[in-house]
């Protein structure tokens, strides 16, 4: 296995394909020409828990990023700079494309709609900034927002408490969710209220999931049986606390076989499901809607196609264009802003130089 750890590719993979599947089979039956036709079958009905599945390849990989870190801002430069240029050209598609994809289950943008996505800040936030609603132009940019909150918390953590207690605090975070959760759930008080609105804002509820990746991470690094039983047991609690538990138990214990067997991961590391983790992030960002208006009108134009089917031609137009953005676009955008972004901080950091000198000299 080499170092870019090729089964995470593949994990991706498989949770955009889960994600996808949800999405056209399963989350707009009163829109799609098939209704709820496939929306039963399991794989379709709790695909949204391939987000989960990310979650978890998050808080794996976010340990290493730290690691290869200086200091947190140089962290989240580097995680903004990853994320920035894809969400950026998503945002510009998705808002210019809106008028032809007209069926949009989402609705139509507004222009204050591309905020959330392009500052990874959820749309409730700059609603209350702005004093207006103010939604973002695709659904699934959520999890976005989750994870960014994910990123800022273990940064500002890290750097402090070092790897091995940030798994704890972000699981102590995650505790805080459930408890307050199951509080609220028997009590109506005030500071109960106060705490289950931090917790919501702040998404501790899905902080088990990155605990449980990090704590893989420590496993694989150290090879201690400690770690990876409390990574087992925060993906369990993870997977109790989720909407379907039993098929988040099952997306867990793949991720568990996959971290823990190289057999499994030889067994995952296949062209199909790397080509997708490949393009799994605008992908991700570029499909729901997209493909349900197209789905619309292919049913209208062609009403004799097997439902089935409908979602491949305009899956497969979204995926060529995932490609093109991946392999030609992600990269020279990326490495402009590394580039200008380091450029900047030799030049503060030269500034603040030269200005200690004149300061000792005078």
């Known amino acids: ?55 978890l390849i998050s808080g ?14 140089v962290f989240l ?51 209350a900034v702005m004093g207006q609603q103010i939604r973002d132009v695709e659904g699934a940019f959520w999890s976005l927002y989750v994870e960014f909150k994910f990123y800022f918390i273990a940064a500002a953590l890290y750097f402090v408490l070092g790897r091995e207690k940030l798994v704890f605090a972000l699981a102590s975070m995650f505790v805080f969710a459930v408890a307050v959760q199951q509080m609220g759930a028997f009590v109506a008080h005030p500071v109960i209220n106060i705490a289950g609105k931090i917790s919501n804002n702040l998404s501790f509820q899905y902080f088990g999931w990155f605990a449980s990746g990090a704590a893989f991470f420590i496993f694989y690094k150290t090879q201690e049986r400690s770690w990876v039983y ?31 067997s190289e057999r499994v991961q030889r067994l995952l590391v296949s062209r199909f499901l790397m080509f997708f983790g490949f393009v799994s992030y605008p992908l991700y960002l570029l499909h729901e809607n997209m493909m349900i208006s197209s789905i619309v009108k292919l049913g209208e134009a062609f009403p004799n196609i097997p439902g089935y089917l409908l979602p491949l031609a305009p899956l497969a137009a979204i995926v060529a264009v995932s490609y093109l953005i991946t392999k030609y676009m992600d990269s020279q955008i990326k490495n402009w802003l590394l580039k200008t972004g380091f450029k900047a901080a030799d ?8 200005g200690g000198e004149k300061a000792v000299a005078s």
Not at 238 to 248: D, E
């Open 60 to 73: 794996f990989v976010i340990l290493m990023s730290l690691g290869a870190s200086k200091g947190p801002v």
């Open 347 to 354: 030049t503060v950091k030269g500034l603040r130089k030269s």
């Open 77 to 127: 430069f580097k995680r903004w700079s990853r994320l920035f240029p894809v969400m950026l050209i998503a945002t510009i598609l998705v808002y210019a494309t809106s008028g032809f994809f007209y069926e949009r289950p989402w609705g139509q943008p507004q222009m204050l709609d591309v905020l959330p996505g392009l500052t990874f800040v959820e749309p409730t936030w700059w609603s």
């Open 230 to 260: 409390l990574a087992i047991a925060l993906a369990v609690a993870s997977s109790l606390n989720s909407k379907y538990p039993v098929g988040a138990l099952l997306v867990s214990s793949i991720f568990i076989a996959a971290i823990t």
């Open 1 to 55: 296995m080499n170092n870019r750890l090729e089964f995470l590719d593949s994990l991706r993979g498989l949770a955009i394909l889960l994600v996808v599947g949800y999405h056209a089979f399963a989350r707009w039956p009163e829109v799609v020409p098939y209704g709820n036709q496939y929306g039963s079958i399991e794989i379709f009905r709790q695909g949204l828990l391939g987000v989960q599945l990310f979650f």
